[in-house]
């Protein structure tokens, strides 16, 4: 991967795995793999994930596999796995010939677990889901052997057929594992390796299968299957670890990767869990996985954001053992990074004021030429047209300017970007009172001058009025107004994380002004609105209709508490 990415980022994986290579364990192979389930679009935590897999794969010569982790049929589906392949191909990641599915698995994971019940270390148990939760013990109390756990070798296997077979409803009875019930650890307390679900087609194996494997037992087999040799997951399965090598220890498998944990990526102002953003879609508080306000990848790529600035993002953060909450304002400063280097700027009217400018001919129009990059020459030139009628931001007037105030005010002088030096003569109202209209005079000695040569106070974007092209603006702002919906403290009794979004996270503004030249940006395209921000023609634009540009971001941190000197 190039673009500014060269620098090898260090952390304590890559310490294990620099050490791995010296004592040449795995035969110095690294095999990796991002295991997504496919019940949810992807968030921003697990382009975290996915950098680090695919990050690692890449810059140690080995592999990364891309492994669905399908073991919930009820809540996943193809649409999903459709959208993770494309998100993970968009973020620059390649698994090349390596798509596996668990489901892939199903009948392996159906063998071993044939062969833990013929070593009597599975067993089938009749208690039900609430018997199962008392029989366990809490973290100070040991559990109870369920009074299944004795069943002979044959009975079990006699009776694990016919769970295959169907005979049984769902709940009857699950298949467990047979460990301590007084551990310390609840995982090892005989967890549950499979259970009974009728009437779910599973999107890879249709009704071939009427009992489903679960996570913990899955995930490690599908790792020793595929020869993994890190396999690295986020810091909640630390206590789950012993019974990952509990599994693979007891099946005497050849490949036994090393599971790491590493620490979720929790952003503020955002909830990434996907029960969570789920919810969120399904009751329609969002206008779906991919509005720009969620911090799914989907979103964000909705939103403007690029794939270049995310990367960046994954490496800025870094990977360790310590659970923190990353600052919004360092997922954006990434963005505006990449895009203060490569968006062309153009001219846009957020909030028009109509300016009549009465010494330019009615009938004139002149075309400038501007740069589309301040810096970057490269990128070239566009034209703007003048005409006698303009648009300002009404933001850049003030009748009554506040002191400092830098632009157009009554009498005052500010020059046009890329044009002339104006100056307001009058100003029209309506019957109320409103401001309808600036009469400007504009001086024609004053194009293409440096603006130090003549002492005006700023400079202000405008467009033509008879050339502009109407857009629809769509300001987006933080989904939630509390830094961590999620946390406990955020919320008061009886409410919780929905009650604290941000009503305010969308603003539209319809009647926007945007230069002729935007007439030829493509769905997805971003630009730098001159002193406005950068924005992004949607995806979903259509050719013909009223274009709707989103803002990806502004063009400072509006975040930070103090701010900072530019
Ligand atoms: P959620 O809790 O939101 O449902 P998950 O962990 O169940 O997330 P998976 O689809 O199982 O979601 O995740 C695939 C991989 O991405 C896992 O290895 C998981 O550890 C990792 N991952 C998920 N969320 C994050 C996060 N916030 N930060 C870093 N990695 C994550
Ligand atoms: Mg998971």
């Known amino acids: 991967m190039t673009d500014g990415e060269n620098t090898r980022p260090s952390n304590f994986i890559r310490h294990i795995i620099d050490e791995d290579l010296v004592t040449g364990k795995n035969d110095g192979c690294v095999a990796t793999r991002f295991p997504p389930e496919p019940n949810g679009y992807l968030h921003i935590g697990h382009a975290k994930s996915i950098a680090l897999n695919f990050g690692i794969a890449n810059d140690y010569n080995g592999t990364c596999n891309l492994r669905f982790d399908d073991t919930n049929p009820h809540k996943e589906n193809k649409e999903f796995v459709n959208a993770i392949m494309n998100d993970v191909h968009w973020l620059g990641f390649d698994w090349q010939d390596r798509l596996y599915f668990a489901s892939d698995y199903f009948k392996q994971l159906y063998d071993y677990a044939v062969q833990l019940i013929k070593k009597n270390k599975a067993y089938v148990c009749d208690l ?17 052997d369920s009074p299944y756990r004795e ?71 599908s790792d020793s299957i595929e020869g993994i040799t890190h396999s690295l997951c986020t810091l909640e399965f ?3 670890r012993p ?7 007891e099946l005497e498998v050849s490949c036994h990767p090393q599971q790491i944990e590493f620490s979720r990526l929790n952003l503020e102002y955002a909830v990434t869990s996907k029960r969570k953003l789920t919810e969120l879609v399904d009751e329609g508080l969002v206008a779906g996985w991919d509005d720009p306000r969620m911090p799914t990848i989907a979103g964000l790529r909705r939103r403007g954001y690029t794939p270049r600035a995310l990367r960046n993002f ?15 304002a360092v997922l954006e400063d990434c963005i505006r990074t990449d895009l203060n280097e490569t968006a062309a700027r153009r001219m846009a009217v957020l909030h028009p004021l109509k300016v009549i400018i009465t010494n330019y001919s009615e009938s004139d129009v002149e075309e400038l030429p501007a740069a589309n990059h301040p810096q970057d020459e490269v990128m070239g030139t566009r ?31 500010v020059r046009l970007r890329n044009a002339y030096v104006i100056r307001c003569d009058n100003v029209i109202k309506d019957a109320h009172g409103n401001i309808i209209e600036l ?20 400079v202000i974007h405008w467009v033509s009025a008879k050339h502009a092209l109407q857009a629809e603006i769509r300001l987006y702002d933080r989904l939630f107004k509390h830094p961590t919906p999620d946390a406990s403290d955020a919320t008061k009794d009886g409410s919780d994380y929905k009650d604290l979004i941000n009503s305010d996270s969308l603003r539209t503004l319809a009647h926007c002004y945007i230069e002729p030249s935007l007439a030829e940006a493509q769905a997805g395209e971003q630009f730098q609105f001159e002193r406005e921000g950068y924005f992004c023609l949607d995806s979903m634009h259509l050719p013909g209709n009223v274009p709707v540009f989103n803002r990806v971001v502004t063009l400072r941190d509006t975040w930070a508490k103090i701010e900072r000197k530019q």
């Open 151 to 221: 069943r002979t070798v044959d009975e079990n296997l006699e009776l694990f057929a016919r769970m295959r077979a169907g005979e049984f409803q769902d709940g009857a009875c699950v298949l467990r594992a047979k460990i301590d019930m007084t551990s310390p650890n609840i995982n090892l307390r005989d967890p549950a390796i499979y259970r009974i679900r009728h009437g779910v087609v599973h999107h890879q194996t249709g009704e071939a299968w009427c009992i489903y494997p679960m996570y913990d037992y899955t995930h490690c087999i």
């Open 314 to 328: 994954c490496q800025r953060i870094g990977v360790t053992k310590v659970d923190n909450i990353v600052e919004m």
């Open 238 to 240: 630390e206590d789950h």
């Open 383 to 413: 034209v703007i047209q003048l005409s006698n009628e303009i648009y300002i931001d009404q933001h850049d007037f003030a009748e009554v300017p506040p002191k400092k105030f830098k632009r157009l005010t009554v009498g005052g002088e």
């Open 439 to 458: 009469h400007c005079s504009y001086d024609a000695d004053t194009l293409g001058k440096n603006p130090e040569d003549r002492k005006v106070k700023g």
């Open 243 to 249: 019974l990952y090598n509990w599994f693979l220890e």
């Open 128 to 144: 039900n889901a609430e018997q199962i939760r008392a029989y366990r013990g809490t973290l100070t109390e040991p559990g109870k």
